[in-house]
């Protein structure tokens, strides 16, 4: 397989999410992700911040995930880095990875799987 860009997987993975969530939703919520980097069948894309990663995965999982199976195949992985402080000019932004489909174990602490198990929707 060819070594594709960030930029291209994800441009691609784009077309897929347009047809599922309409203008609005995609000006919103996926315009302002940038694609960092593939690594093998893992996009790793930077979201703005905490609050837009938990959208993301509330609302968004089976597109995303619809997506990337697409565009990576069906071993295809989405990683976020969540920017957590946007920095200033002395200081890069400050960034959390995690996984995609994670659901109630994002922290993956420990402490998280019971409240994971208790608060299943």
């Known amino acids: 397989m060819m070594v594709a860009d960030c930029t291209t997987v994800w441009n691609d993975c784009l077309e897929t ?3 599922s969530v ?3 939703n995609f000006n919103t919520w996926f315009k302002p992700i940038i694609p960092l980097r593939v690594e093998g069948d893992v ?3 930077q979201v703005p911040s905490q ?3 938990e ?3 509330d609302n968004y999982v089976p597109v995303l995930k619809k997506a990337i199976h697409n565009v990576l195949g069906p071993s295809g992985r989405l990683e ?3 920017v957590v402080d946007s920095g200033n000019t002395q200081n890069p932004p400050l960034t959390v990875s995690y ?4 659901g109630g174990k994002r922290a993956g602490n420990g402490l998280d799987s019971e409240y994971a198990q208790s ?3």
């Open 55 to 57: 959208w993301l995965e």
């Open 80 to 82: 976020y880095s969540v």
């Open 99 to 102: 996984p995609n489909g994670m």
């Open 43 to 45: 996009l790793a894309i």
């Open 51 to 53: 609050f837009f990663y």
């Open 119 to 121: 608060s299943n929707r």
């Open 22 to 24: 309409g203008e609005e």
């Open 17 to 19: 999410v347009k047809e």
